[in-house]
């Protein structure tokens, strides 16, 4: 599940998004941009280390987050897509 503008659609394969997996936050109201490391899973949720984001005390952001915000993050540049992949365009 994702949303396209304030839509809610379903991306067509379920994510898992596992311990050590990039992944990216989709929605920006809680100010995390850019690529995020999964370090814990729970049910539906997943918590993220994003280490470009600081805290006050110096360490890197750490925000428990519903995986239907999460996405995987886009494929290597040169990478071959295939009909039926999904695409952000």
Same mark, same amino acid.
């Given at each position: 599940?994702?949303?396209?503008? /304030?839509?809610?659609?379903?991306? /067509? @394969? @379920?994510? =898992?998004?596992?311990?050590?997996?990039? !992944?990216? %936050? &989709? +929605? $920006?109201?809680? +100010? &995390?941009?850019? *690529?995020?490391? %999964? &370090?814990?899973? =729970?049910? +539906?949720?997943?918590?993220?280390?994003?280490?470009?984001?600081?805290?006050?005390?110096? =360490?890197?952001?750490?925000? !428990?987050? *519903?995986?239907?915000?999460?996405?995987?993050?886009?494929? $290597? %540049?040169? #990478?071959?897509? =295939?009909? +039926?992949? !999904? !695409?952000? #365009?």
């Amino acid at each position: 599940m994702g949303r396209l503008y /304030g839509e809610t659609y379903f991306v /067509g @394969k @379920k994510m =898992s998004f596992e311990i050590g997996e990039w !992944v990216e %936050v &989709i +929605g $920006n109201e809680d +100010g &995390i941009e850019g *690529s995020c490391r %999964v &370090i814990d899973h =729970s049910p +539906g949720r997943r918590t993220i280390r994003c280490d470009i984001l600081i805290v006050d005390d110096g =360490s890197p952001l750490e925000e !428990v987050i *519903s995986i239907r915000r999460l996405r995987p993050t886009p494929p $290597n %540049v040169g #990478a071959r897509l =295939s009909l +039926g992949d !999904v !695409v952000e #365009a």
